[in-house]
């Protein structure tokens, strides 16, 4: 019985070693494959910890996205998503509400579309305002 339970854990640190070079979903090999160790000073390390924390990203997403030319954004807050999850139900009621007067022979269509250009153009302003934020300077 002992043979056995050796065999199954040996077969369990085959089966983790081909899941961690392998991903499962595709059979690809992993696409970065050359690891890198960086030694930081207090100040660099306090502010790669800080752009992580604000920006919801771990130190490799950091350091591959700063390398790569791509700006830092600050994660939204939740007033956010609750700004943008209130303008979608009342774009759905203006749906909704706009569906049942069309039905009924009375709409005027140019300005219900004015109307939902405009909170689009709301939701999009307020994407750029919350989402747009480089916090790590580098731009």
Not at 75 to 82: D, G, I, L, V
Not at 97 to 102: F, I, M, N, V
Request: charged share 35%; glycine share 4%; net charge neutral.
């Amino acid at each position: 019985m002992g043979n056995v339970n050796l065999i199954i854990c040996f077969i369990d640190k085959i089966n983790l070693y081909w899941s961690f070079y392998f991903e499962e979903s595709e059979g690809k090999m992993r696409k970065r494959t050359h690891k890198k160790n960086f030694w930081f000073n207090d100040e660099e390390e306090n502010r790669i910890k800080e752009l992580c924390n604000k920006s919801g990203m771990n130190e490799s997403d950091i350091v591959r996205n700063l390398i790569m030319g791509n700006d830092i954004k600050e994660a939204p807050s939740n007033k956010f998503y609750e700004v943008v999850r209130d303008l979608r139900s009342i774009s759905n009621n203006i749906n909704q509400l706009t569906r049942k007067a069309h039905s009924l022979g009375f709409i005027d269509e140019r300005e219900y579309r004015e109307e939902v250009i405009k909170l689009d153009i709301l939701i999009d302003d307020l994407k750029l305002q919350f989402l747009n934020k480089n916090i790590a300077g580098n731009k």
